[in-house]
Structures are given as C-alpha cells and as structure tokens.
C-alpha cells in the first residue's frame, strides 16, 4: 500500500501534455527522435495508452518512483488502473546525451497527477534511461527525482 501511495504521488505529478526543448544548442538526428519519443511517452502516460507504452519499455525495463522501484508489468497495471494517473507533465527542459547505443535524457519537469484519488503537482527531475535494440529505442529505465525548488537551470550541460 506504501509503494502504492508513492508512486500514485509521482505520477501525479508527472503527468500530461508538454513541451519538450533541449538546452544544448544544436541537436542531431537522433537526440531530436529521442526528445519527440520522450514526449509521446508522457502523451501515452496521460492517456493510459499502455499498448503503445507496452511496445516502448523494454521487458527488463525498471521504474524508481518516491515510493519504491518495480519492473514493467508492474507499471503497466499502475497506469492501467489509474494507480497513478499521470494526468499533465509540463516539461521545462529536456537534454540528451547518446553513449553508443544508450541515450540518457534529462527533463525538469512539473508533473500534475492523480494519486490515491488525489490531484498533486511536483517538481522532478526525470531520467530516462533509452536502450537501442534491433534500430528501435526502448525505454529501459524511468526515474523520478523530487526537486525541493524550481530552478529553471537545473537541467544543463
């Protein structure tokens, strides 16, 4: 029940519709495919489309939430019930950095979700972890840092 309460309070906060940018300047190809995935991703998270979502993550695919950390059937079905419903993530920022075939993006984001039955809003720091495989990017980890302020440069390189 406390696993689920926590993750209920992050995705609350990290759901919705946003605009993604990327601080660094000029972006390549595929940094650019990895900002438009990342944002489909939140879309999909809104929507409970867990049919897409289920296509992005990969089958080790990890999630650490305030709450706890779960694999990606676990957080399929927290989506899938509305466990947390992430209902409005505004990103601020967003980077990319590609390390041969892993990407690590960066998104500061406010995230407005719905816990337990309750409306929250957080600042966070997202990571996601992307894995290449067979030309197509997998999510393979998701986490969830809570900031204590809004420093709108938080996310630089």
Do not use: C
Request: proline share 1%.
């Amino acid at each position: 029940m406390k696993y689920v309460l926590f993750g209920l309070l992050l995705i609350a906060s990290m759901q919705g519709l946003y605009a993604q940018e990327n601080t660094s300047g000029n972006i390549s190809k595929a940094e650019q495919e990895l900002l438009d995935l990342s944002k489909k991703k939140w879309q999909w998270m809104a929507e409970k489309n867990v049919d897409e979502l289920a296509d992005l993550f990969h089958d080790k695919s990890v999630y650490v939430h305030m709450g706890g950390s779960w694999g990606k059937q676990r957080e399929l079905d927290v989506i899938k019930i509305g466990g947390i419903w992430y209902k409005k993530a505004d990103v601020h920022n967003a980077s990319v950095n590609i390390i041969g075939n892993t990407a690590i993006l960066l998104n500061r984001i406010t995230l407005l979700a719905v816990v337990g039955g309750n409306e929250v809003t957080n600042p966070f720091i997202v990571t996601e972890v992307y894995v290449k495989v067979n030309d197509a990017w997998k999510l393979g980890s998701l986490s969830f840092t809570r900031l204590m302020t809004l420093d709108n440069n938080t996310v630089n390189h």
